[in-house]
């Protein structure tokens, strides 16, 4: 599962739903896999993230804490048509490509902290099929 | 402890419809998932169409997502899939390097109001009650954004009933809920066939069946009328599998869309099927 995946990702029961945020990563094997750089992704999909959940989901798996708020990013210039942006601006959007695009939990769970739940991942899939007393 | 007078509650309605879907849904596309997967390459028109004009950087879901043909359609998308096949998911995932996890739609493992958009391409025709259908069109509703200017949609797609002209015949009298059975070809692995000889293993695949299936008929009423034809080729017959399917008839959909909180702003019939882009309401 990729970092930008959990971030769109929370509990399977219902009443966990509104809780905020549900689910954290425990015992998380992680890799890396390259892949194709693209800055004009990440600044269309920069504004879609929960930016604190990001924050808490790097803090659970270690990496170096984000920045307070989520950054803003400049209009590209124009003739700019991949979105490279400024030095200081494409080093950032590097680093957010590293997190969220190449970086995965391979195994480990998801704990729900309202219902506690354990969703396991395996083979870097996870599972979300509850057991019958939580449907 | 006292003991319930009424054994047939919904609950135990709702059990029985579980337990027949992991029968002759989950533990089918499990077992025939690489050769599934291997018929299963070429986008449809409408979705790829509707995955198309998604402005860049939309964030999406694939509720069953198969072996995840649609997830790699616009790569300025941002796309999770999910299936209740593990088999189907790792395909998706491991094969094919999408985002593919496993889930029942009935119980998506996604934050309220957040998706820009949804599809779910020829599978809610596998719950097999109508509360189970609604419910599930209710679920990937859910996941959708409810700003009034610019909702989230979701493309639905499933099987018509009305298809006369297809190999299958079948019409708007015909049973709603049949077994179709899938011929599993042996040695046929996740590679993926060429033109020929796909068109030729889905014209073995998916033979004709006019058997009706549900989870209260008997095992008589539910026995699909299957006899592949390569049976007489092949000295060892390659296994039939069959799934669940309901039908729907025209109009079916729509009507539980509303049922189930939405607002069909467009509908259509292509190719056997019927499909609408639904938004809440």
Redesign the interface.
């Known amino acids: 599962?990729?970092l930008?995946?959990a971030n769109?990702?929370?509990?399977?029961?219902?009443s966990c739903?509104?809780v905020?945020p549900a689910l954290s990563f425990r015992d998380a094997e992680l890799a890396r896999e390259e892949i194709d750089f693209s800055p004009?992704?990440l600044?269309?999909?920069l504004?879609?993230i929960?930016w604190p959940l990001l924050q808490r989901t790097a803090k659970e798996l270690g990496f170096p804490a984000l920045p307070e708020t989520k950054p803003e990013l400049s209009p590209i210039a124009e003739g700019d048509e991949e979105g490279v942006g400024s030095e200081e601006e494409q080093k950032l959007l590097k680093e957010l490509h590293s997190l969220l695009l190449e970086t995965s939990v391979q195994s480990g769970k998801l704990v729900c902290a309202n219902c506690g739940h354990e969703?396991p991942i395996s083979?870097?899939?996870?599972?979300?099929?509850?057991p019958?007393h939580l449907? | 402890m006292s003991t319930d007078s009424n054994p047939i509650t919904t609950e135990a309605e709702e059990k029985k419809e579980e337990v027949y879907e992991a029968e002759h849904v989950h533990k089918v596309y499990d077992i025939i998932a690489p050769h599934f997967s291997a018929t299963r390459y070429k986008p449809w028109p409408i979705v790829e169409r509707f995955l198309r004009e998604m402005p860049a950087g939309s964030v999406g879901l694939d509720v069953g997502c198969g072996n995840g043909k649609y997830l790699g359609v616009n790569p300025s998308l941002f796309m999770i899939g999910t299936d209740r096949s593990r088999g189907l998911a790792s395909i998706a995932n491991h094969e094919f390097k999408h985002e593919a996890h496993v889930a029942d739609a009935l119980d998506l493992p996604h934050p309220p109001g957040r998706f820009d958009f949804a599809i779910s391409i020829a599978v809610i025709h596998h719950f097999s009650s109508p509360e189970r259908r609604v419910q599930a069109v209710r679920s990937i509703l859910a996941t959708l954004r409810t700003d009034k200017e610019n909702p989230g949609r979701a493309l639905i797609y499933v099987w018509a009933l009305e298809q006369k002209n297809s190999r299958r015949g079948w019409d708007e009298n015909s049973p709603q809920d049949v077994f179709v059975p899938w011929v599993l070809q042996k040695g046929n692995k996740s590679k993926q066939p060429k033109e020929k000889s796909q068109k030729q293993a889905k014209n073995l695949v998916e033979t004709e069946v006019k058997a009706t299936a549900s989870p209260s008929g008997d095992s008589a009423q539910t026995r699909a009328a299957c006899e592949p034809e390569e049976e007489k080729k092949e000295a060892e017959p390659n296994p039939v599998y069959n799934r669940y399917y309901h039908l729907y008839k025209q109009g079916e959909l729509g009507a539980d869309a509303v049922e189930a909180g939405g607002k069909v702003i467009e509908a259509g019939y292509e190719k056997d099927n019927h499909w609408a882009i639904i938004i809440p309401a």
């Open positions: 599962m990729k930008l995946t769109f990702i929370t509990c399977s029961v219902k739903q509104s905020t004009l992704f600044r269309n999909i504004p879609r929960d969703y083979q870097g899939i996870a599972n979300f099929l509850l019958n449907v």
